[in-house]
């Protein structure tokens, strides 16, 4: 019998399902360390126990994205590994913190299914949820997937297409228990900047720039055990249009938010992802610039200490950042967008 | 006074020497951080703290792989500086689990010289031992190396050449003290198969493959210690009939093992390597794949949880690891061949 | 409001001016042993915890040079973000050892400033100070670069050039409090040569060498959180007359303190750095390797098991170590020679 994994095909998913992922990951100061090396962020509260335990927390939780990368990765085999594309994420949010030796493990439950008018493909939607040793929630997340039919001439399913909140309410983001930012230290974070100091529709150049290298990106999307074969297999990307891998999109995530430090400092927190499209694909060799645009901001039930800014970071390849590229006048993407982010940050406010 | 180390000529190795190596080293979770971002593995044992757990050991101990690099590193300054090939391995057994925060060192006494029949060559056997900080043995293995001699004009030493076995023994094979996997849980180890599934004889494809870029194994190599200068050196390697870095054949090991996790992902733990041979060198650019062969299936005395495989596994570049290549007619290796190893792992029976 | 950070130009610096730098960062064993994987270094005492107990020290610090380069990555953003060159160091001393766990944060005071006869641009010097998160110092040096005015036309401040010595004086040289060599094991350290066998004057070739790629001095460069437009950026690199990212100095640095472990194995830690000079840029593919000259021998006051070299180390690009290349006879450095670096080491002595 075969002993591999063939990945699931779209006649394999069902409303209800419920799909255990494998290889639980232990998240270290390794990984930390890691994720500095590979995307340079330098966000305090990340990057320093003694910042952290200045906000009441009892150390540096790890970096937002890196959760999200180990938890997405365990997603693959099962999920998207003969996924045509990946079409969007929703309602992502980051609950509890994750600290340094603390195990993540993920489920997803299937909560929608649509197969294409061509009879060759289908949409699938997964429930995603990232939890720790103590079975508290870290992440949570709805993400869709275009799967391959194993067989075309199999009938379709009765669609169900789950309604998906255009971003994540406000009243549903979470702040670390305990944190408080009454002490907030804005030289040591590296930014004057507060919540206040933000306008909606305000632009920020993010002024930064890095150039993507092959080892790079493949130590990342390995670190994150996320197997997609498209990111690591040159002598397949070959026979591809491209003719080159393609780098893992949460690189690029984790690459913007790095460069977003210079503008957004302050941004100490993810709190949600509320949809996101990598618009276009990334290789070994781009430069990664990006900007990003204050789309709200909302005052957190409660608090004084902190509010949210949902905001759009936009990374762009081999283009200026300086000049705000997005869509041209019929809606489509400029052809330097390589991701479009659409995501909740929390901020200290000077109360 | 000469103060830097011009390494052992054939002349300076003779039966009962015993050398230490220099550079204890601490192994943490840093480096199991490493091992995952340069492999990808993703076997359940040596990624999760929590895992580990279920099977009764204290946390997740260090990947085989990562502790013989760094045991096997060690040798090279005093043994294989100076060598012309690394010829083989045999008798290679992991016993006590090593866990991060565990310092190694590593001994070897030489058992065996036998001088080439042209003047200018010997080889040498060493059976080398890593110890952990309480001097228990972790990882015991002998090695042999054609070195080149320092004057041809010296005499030959009398011929010793040991009897190595040609696997280890199953008798002799250690299991984790306190290791049990009667709470197995196969769904989290990403596979359904278990020991009694596999028939001997019975051989898999892995599918997946990686392209190795030079930064990788440069990365791997020095993380390791290993200081063997053709791994570094594109200079020098300018000059030789390559032209190229040489890729450190246990990157190639270590690639070819978390390759093997697809069709293979309960094999929880390598117990010995029986032998192995780099058949043609690796260079970056070069995309390895994998498959493996079932050689022998034995139960393991007293235990009805665990049982052993001897497994071949056959790493290959730039080919197809579906087509199963291994030899010729003639015996000889197929040129897109580059390790051919066998060795014996533990995994999960139903009891 | 412009939210990202200018960086300082000449006129923005003033005597006794008060730097305090941004993000603070708990360095960590990943840290550690990313350190290892750029460098291979091979120093018993930061390589293994029980060597080091085996020295009296709590467990093995972290490199000097990591210590260097995490506490002057966090000046960047304020001191040389405009700066057109880093003109040199002095006066660097190693105060308290670094453990894993520690929190480090910068700040600098300004000392001298100086405009040029041209009218654009100035020199300026600033004392900046690593501290622990007790409040320690870990490192204290000077630095001056060469900063762009903002505006040709405003006047020249008065000039202040500081008195810098030449070297660290050897009565203020920190030897880690409880550090004693009594036990030292010179098998394990890996050199029979201690304090008592160099003598002033004696030139060491390394005999190794390492080729740098791109993703290797990305990575470093990041994980020092040193920001640096120079190292990541290919697009604006096309733009220079270099056409190419140019290698963190520092990366140079620790790439010849680990190759001058063949030579200098027992130098266990670095004490001062006197004065460096980066002698021309550096860039990917180039292979590194690296000669030291013994420049002056010291007793340590009260220590009889342990002494002080000062030594001079030349990194040479794709060149010979071998020919000690330096300078012409007109005391123009050699185009192969990278970095000069002058600095004291501590060496265990026979007593």
Redesign the interface.
Known sequence: ?N???PGHYFEDFAVGQEL?H?????V???????Y?????T???LH?????AQSLDLPR?PLDDLLVFHVVFGKTV?DVSLNAVANLGYAECRFVNPVY??D?L?TTSHVIGVKENSNGKTGVVYVHSIGRN?RDETVLDYTRWVMVNKRDTASPAPEAVVPELASSVPMESLEVPSGLSTSAFDA?????P?LWE??GVGER????????I????H??????Y???A?VH?????AEKTRFGK?IVYGGHIISLARALSF????NAIKIAAINGGRHTNPSFA?H?ISAWSEVLEKTELEGRSDLGALRLRTVAIK?GSSADFPLKDAEGKYDPSVVLDLDYTVLMPRRG
Request: glycine residues 8%.
């Open positions: 019998m002993k591999t994994n255990m494998a290889t639980p990951r232990t270290t100061e390794g990984d930390a360390s890691l500095t090396a590979l995307y340079g330098r966000f305090a990057s320093s126990d003694s910042f540096a085999p340094p030796g195990t493990a040793q030289t040591l974070s590296g930014s900047f100091d933000y920020i150049d993010h002024v930064d720039a890095m150039t290298e092959e080892a790079e493949q130590l990342a999307t390995r670190l055990q996320n197997t074969k690591f297999n040159q002598a397949l891998r210079n503008g957004l400092a060799g430069t081999d």
